[in-house]
């Protein structure tokens, strides 16, 4: 899954909140509570990334160095982000 910069700067920064002891009191985490969008969404987003980038998760945790980007997709962009790691875990065989 090939991402945009805006998309790689939000994740980098909310996997650097998912390690601290309160995230969701972190700006990238108030962004996806307000946006309700479950965790486990950008998560797979972030392994997808990796998987088509030939890198591991972590990697994300340097990418960028922003620390509070805006949300990066609309409603309609999330879809369409989550179809395309449907049809990418499909290709890949589960």
Request: charged share 30%.
């Amino acid at each position: 899954m090939k991402l945009r910069h805006n998309e790689l700067e939000f994740l980098s920064a909310w996997a650097r909140e998912e390690k601290m002891p309160d995230p969701y009191i972190l700006p990238s985490h108030q962004l996806q509570a307000t946006h309700k969008v479950p965790s486990v969404i950008l998560i797979r987003i972030i392994k997808a990334w990796a998987r088509a980038e030939n890198r591991k998760d972590e990697d994300i945790f340097n990418l960028c160095h922003k620390v509070n980007p805006p949300w990066p997709w609309s409603e309609n962009e999330l879809r369409q982000r989550e179809s395309e790691m449907q049809v990418e875990q499909a290709e890949l065989g589960g």
